[in-house]
């Protein structure tokens, strides 16, 4: 089923509120009081919103399939606290929930005990309760609905920039973002006073486990970066990466498939060049989660790669299935897959992939980038950049005519005609060997 954005919005709203109700409850139940366990100071809790909104999405194949449905929506619901909690800890410095004394945890952002709950709740909501509220939905007059939507989307915003701009005036240590706490002392010294005090008190109230990095250590990194071209877990370098990765990932597919099925096929992503997108996606999305991490043990890596890779392959099978309409690969016919996108086996491979790239490879290719001058790699990095924007657009141009052409519709304008000109079927098939049109 498709959801419409209005639905998906909606949808958010709903389970965001649901999901802040729940937190509301636990944390009552253990400390005996009302504690406002969001990340904001209203009554929403947006990984519940967002995590519930991919769930229905991504999982809607999978409906009639409860294992793989639980199994589904326990993935997408921790890749999505894990990512919330690396995030909110990268750029305020904040722990705000911490399992690091339970069992089969990682890095006390995740453990199994969550991840079940998640594949629970996506479970019920996906098959039980969100036909329920999306009739609801589709029952609100459209004027009055897309009215309480837009001023909730509004109140929204100003919590959300309100809640941001306190906390990085409380920590003081985010110089990308001075400006904005600037702006709100400027505009109402009162006002943000009021908000600062309310939020630093609630948060340090709430989470217990509040952490911060020292200023110190800051201001040193600060001032070293700014001397070194692509230093630490940077754009440039995060870039460098992608390219990298999609590169050397296009290539190893090629290889693969070779002894694999005695040819030699294309794996590119684009319709110029050799690079696929997933895997530099992948291992570039690896490198910014795991950066922190890199010195961990090898099972965590491990872990952490299998788990995130799955997710994202995932994802990205339903991704271009939805945009395209069209479908990259299918594991339907190996053991242990799910809904043909993912399987075990390949989940193991992104889990080994991610070990031997953040123990082995990254440090080196680190050193390496870091190497290259400043100001020439800053330029060059901003003309590859623009190059692949180029091509990945027109990549997907091209598949969408791809498939119109497929489905029998004929070029109606002069883009149209000018791509079935530069990528008809024949050389589409030729970048594209193994795509399967969904007509």
């Given at each position: ?159 959300t920039v309100t809640t941001t701009a306190a906390l990085l005036k409380i920590k003081n240590q985010n110089p990308a973002f001075a400006e904005i706490a600037e702006g709100f002392t400027q505009a109402s010294k009162s006002l943000e006073g009021f908000i600062i005090k309310l939020v630093h008190k609630r948060v340090h109230r709430a989470f217990p486990s509040l952490e911060k990095k020292e200023a110190e250590e800051e201001r040193q990194e600060q001032i070293y ?125 992104w889990g080994i992939a991610a070990w031997v790239w953040m123990k082995l490879l990254y440090p080196k290719v680190s050193d390496l980038i870091e190497k290259v001058p400043k100001r020439p790699g800053t330029w060059v990095t901003y003309v590859v950049l623009v190059f692949m924007v180029g091509n990945v657009l027109l990549s997907g141009i091209a598949l969408s005519r791809y498939s119109e052409r497929a489905s029998g519709i004929k070029a109606n304008n002069a ?25």
């Open positions: 089923m498709q959801y419409t954005g209005y639905e998906q919005i909606w949808m958010f709203f709903i389970y965001s509120f649901l999901g802040w109700c729940l937190e509301v409850i636990y944390a009552a139940a253990g400390r005996r009081k009302f504690v406002n366990r969001g990340f904001l100071n209203g009554i929403l809790c947006p990984v519940y919103g967002f995590s519930m909104v991919f769930m229905l999405v991504f999982m809607d194949s999978l409906k009639g399939k409860w294992f793989y449905l639980f199994l589904g929506c326990m993935i997408v619901g921790t890749v999505t606290e894990l990512m919330t909690g690396l995030a909110l800890e990268k750029i305020f410095h904040l722990r705000l929930w911490n399992y690091s004394e339970r069992k089969f945890q990682a890095g006390g952002y995740i453990c199994l005990t969550a991840s079940l709950v998640w594949g629970m709740l996506g479970w019920l909501v996906v098959k039980f309760i969100n036909p329920f509220f999306l009739v609801v939905i589709r029952k609100v007059p459209g004027i009055p609905g897309m009215i309480l939507m837009f001023i909730s989307l509004m109140i929204l915003a100003a919590d970066r700014e001397t070194v071209f692509a230093y630490g877990c940077s754009f440039y370098k995060v870039f460098w990466i992608f390219m990298l990765g999609a590169f050397l990932g296009d290539l190893t597919e090629t290889v693969f498939c070779r002894f694999s099925m005695g040819w030699w096929m294309s794996r590119s992503s684009v319709v110029y060049g050799t690079f696929s997108l997933v895997w530099g996606l992948g291992v570039a999305g690896i490198t910014i989660l795991l950066y922190r991490y890199r010195n961990r043990e090898d099972r965590y890596i491990f872990f952490a790669g299998t788990l995130l890779g799955g997710a994202y392959e995932y994802i990205c099978s339903v991704f271009t299935e939805l945009a395209f309409g069209t479908v990259f690969w299918d594991y339907s016919k190996i053991p242990f897959n799910l809904g043909g996108r993912i399987n075990l086996l390949f989940c193991f491979f883009l149209s005609e000018w791509i079935d000109e530069r990528f008809p079927d024949e050389r589409m098939e030729r970048i594209y060997p193994s795509a399967k049109i969904r007509k």
